[in-house]
């Protein structure tokens, strides 16, 4: 007798881009079942009116948003809502025993005074944010083992801080000086109808935008504060480039040891991502694409040193809508439960 049980999953925010990478990859997750698909906006809905090429394997339709509904249903939900909309549900599905997982900023953030100043939405569920884990597997695997509730990071910050991470973690670079320039494809914007995303607008141009004030930065800033042991303030600068999917992220700084050189640092890499699988460390001499990351929950890293400067400069590559976000998340899932961190999700994705 098979007593093998699938696990009830719930999406509450299924229409957007990061909602149709979830459910792409959990229907092909072997220890869950997808039986919630929620959002007011396209309730009534089937899942097929807003994505016809899955509707030919998935019979789901779109549902109002009830917090009641989606506790009878489900022992986990993703949250792929707007900022500001998580907080106002997670406090209920926790309260009903579901394992969370937010998309959104909204449980990201330790100190809610840096969530109101970045978002300016005023909380009352400050009790529940001091439970949640930080969703970056690699590097707060054990407390997100023992979590119900993970805010799962950003496709920048996610980027950034897994270039970043060893040299805080192991103080081999001076905080202050650290630079990160990163380019993300347009789906980062959304699904959302935006002029800047408009093809007519983003082909054939590279721009810069939000300098010195992208929503981001203090979610970057916290990250690496608790890893360099100090308060570290970030120089972070997003840009647009035009293509759908992919984040690189370039990362400049100033290395305490000027006496290092490349193969130390691959070697110290290497060691500090020997456990997490999704994290590549190329080659000395080679450099990530975004199209080696494009439909995979990989990050690759590529390290070099500049001694005529004594800096460090670290190129990462993930996709966007997989290791940074929907992708994450379900890592994260996986670990929540004590499965197998590599389950439903793609190692490789399409090449060229």
Known sequence: MNNFRRIPVGIVGASGYGGVQLVRLLMDHPQIELVYLGGESSAGKTFADLYPHIGSILNLSIEAVDTELITS?????FLSLPNGLACDIAPK???????????????????????????????????TAQKAVYGLPEL????????????????????????????????LVVPETAIIDAKSGTSGGGRQGKINLLLAEADNSLAAYNIACHRHTPEIEQICSDLA???????????????????????????????????????????????????KICDSGVYPQTKWACGSNTCYIGIEVDPRTSRVIVTSAIDNLIKGQAGQAIQCMNIMMGWDESLGLPKLGFYP
């Open 73 to 77: 249903r489900c022992e986990v939900v």
């Open 140 to 171: 707060y695997r054990d407390k997100i083992a023992e979590s119900s509730l993970v805010g799962c990071p950003g496709c920048y910050p996610t980027a950034s801080l897994l270039a970043l991470a060893p040299l805080l973690k192991q103080g």
């Open 229 to 279: 042991r100090q308060e570290v303030r970030i120089q972070f600068t997003p840009h647009l480039i035009p293509m759908v999917r992919g984040i690189l992220a370039t990362v400049y700084a100033n290395l305490r040891d000027p006496g290092l050189v490349r193969d130390d640092l691959r070697t110290i890499y290497t060691a500090f991502y020997r456990n997490s699988s999704w994290v």
């Open 93 to 127: 599905l926790l309260e009903k025993g579901c394992k969370v997982l937010d998309l959104s900023a909204d449980y990201r953030f330790t100190d809610l005074t840096t969530y109101t100043t970045w978002y300016g939405t005023q909380r009352s569920d400050r009790l």
